[in-house]
Every structure is written in structure tokens, then in C-alpha cells.
């Protein structure tokens, strides 16, 4: 079974703080892909990052950045100097090679204040 | 513009119809997916397809149809069936059934009382 948890429920945080979404996998699979998808208020996710279990290599996109540690099962997302744009629910989810199926976190709702 | 359309946003019905939920995509993608949405709570899947003229249950697919006729178009049913079907509903597709990212319409938001 694959099961992605995501224990931080809501944070708050002033615009300019960096701020880091934890997320947490469990899987037996060998071959599996983690992704972060976000949630504006408008409803639509927007896919932020797909991350294959081979490559652990640690990944920058502007003021995004992810921590991908095998060793612990886990793919954690770092905002850094937030902005009010970034508040929304952020979703961690996992697919593996035997089950393709996505498999999403509960989300963490982010609120970014002026 | 490439992408994912679904209709209406909102949608009120009455306990006991039938309401179909529409979603097309003009990403050429093979793959398409149905998942339901209850406030705090991830997204569970209702139902998806792999390929056109097929389909499969996802997690939750008791009280729900869907067909796939076309490659483009992957209508869903919420049939009186369902006990609780008051949710926000999101379709979604990918290039390929598998690891692909998935990408999203904006939803529709179905209330029935």
C-alpha cells in the first residue's frame, strides 16, 4: 500500500518569511514518483514538480525549492521570501511502478499576510 | 490554448436526479481521470481511463458512470445512487496512463440537496 502524510494542517506565515511544507511517503515500490501540486482559491491544481525515485537530487525553481532524502521518505517543499500569491493548499502525492494511480496527501493550506 | 475545460463551475440538483458532469481536454492526452473533493481532505479517484473506449473504477466509484467515447471528452454521472454526492469534482488528464504529471481542469463545484 502507498500512503503520503502531510501533518501540517495550516500555516500562517508574514510575506517575506520562507516556509518549508513537509511531506512524507511510504511505499515498497523501488520505482515511484513524487509530485506537488498547488491549489489557489480559484480550485484548478497547478502541477509544480514531478520527482522520480532515482534522482535525488535537490531542485531549485526561482523561490521554489525541494529536499528529496530517500533515507527518511521524504519530498519537502521550501518557499523562500513568500508572497501573497503563494497562499493556497499545497498537495504532495505519490505514484509508484506497481500502482500508477496518484495517491495525494491530505494538503497543507498555506496563508501568506501582507 | 491547450487545455482543460470543465461545465458548468456550479451545479445544483436535487436529491434523487442524475447529473452529468462535463470535461473535455484538447492536450492530446491518452489518459483521464475523475476525483472528488471534500473539504479537508485529499483528492480520491472516482474513476479513469487509459485509453479511449476504456475505463476503470478508481477508489470510490460506487453511485458513479462515466463513458470515454472520445479521446477528448470524459463525461461523468452522478447517479441517485450516490449517498453523499455533494463535493467538488476535478478532472484531470495526462500524456499516458503511469507516472505522468497530471494536469487539471478548474472544477465544478455539484451541490445537491
Known sequence: A?????????????????????????????????????QPPSGELVFL????????????????????????SSFNFTITASQVV???VYF?????????KLTFGKGITLSVRP | DGGI??????????????????CEQNLNHDAMYWYRQDPG???????????????????????YSVS????????LTVTSAQ???????LCASSAMWGMDEQYFGPGTRLTVT
Open chain 1, 2 to 38: 502507498q500512503k503520503v502524510t502531510q501533518a501540517q494542517t495550516e500555516i500562517s506565515v508574514v510575506e517575506k518569511e520562507d516556509v518549508t511544507l513537509d511531506c512524507v511517503y511510504e511505499t515498497r515500490d523501488t520505482t515511484y514518483y513524487l509530485f506537488w501540486y498547488k
Open chain 1, 49 to 72: 514538480i514531478r520527482r522520480n525515485s532515482f534522482d535525488e537530487q535537490n531542485e531549485i525553481s526561482g523561490r521554489y525549492s525541494w529536499n528529496f532524502q530517500k533515507s527518511t
Open chain 1, 86 to 88: 503563494d497562499s493556497a
Open chain 1, 92 to 100: 504532495c502525492a505519490l505514484s509508484t511502478g506497481a500502482n500508477s
Open chain 2, 5 to 22: 475545460t470543465q461545465s458548468p463551475k456550479y451545479l445544483f440538483r436535487k436529491e434523487g436526479q442524475n447529473v452529468t458532469l462535463s
Open chain 2, 41 to 63: 481532505q485529499g483528492l480520491r479517484l472516482i474513476y479513469y481511463s487509459q485509453i479511449v473506449n476504456d475505463f476503470q473504477k478508481g477508489d470510490i466509484a460506487e453511485g
Open chain 2, 68 to 75: 470515454r467515447e472520445k479521446k477528448e471528452s470524459f463525461p
Open chain 2, 83 to 89: 449517498k453523499n454526492p455533494t463535493a467538488f469534482y
